[in-house]
């Protein structure tokens, strides 16, 4: 299994960011778990953003739910996280992972994208 972040690494303040992860090695619709988006800024924790479920249902953190949408393309085999009026605060590594039933979670590479006028 692998996955792959790709998206723009400079968003300007108040657009939307939208990355996408695309999958090798394994079908999004398997019977999975879920498929997570994560970040962390620099100097800070892992911060779990949402995820979306193998049957489509999605889960937000709070403090992001108002400007977090995730959701899949299952043509291409790839699930993608938009996050709305984006802030400097914004700035982080972004990862996507997968996590199976049997406990394993696989994750990309991560992305660097930065908020910045």
């Known amino acids: 299994v692998q996955l792959q972040e790709s998206g723009p690494g400079l968003v300007k303040p108040s657009q939307t960011l939208s990355l996408i992860c695309t999958v090798s090695g394994v079908s999004i619709t398997t019977n999975g778990y879920a498929w997570s988006w994560i970040r962390q800024p620099l100097g800070k924790g892992l911060e779990w953003m949402g995820a979306?479920?193998?049957?489509?249902?999605?889960f937000y953190s709070p403090s992001l739910k108002s400007r977090t949408s995730i959701s899949w393309d299952l043509a291409k085999n790839q699930f993608t996280l938009q996050l709305n009026s984006v802030t400097p605060e914004d700035t982080a590594v972004y990862y996507c992972k997968y996590s199976d039933r049997t406990g394993n979670d696989y994750w990309g590479q991560g992305t660097q994208v930065t908020v910045s006028s």
């Open positions: 979306i479920g193998t049957t489509g249902i999605t």
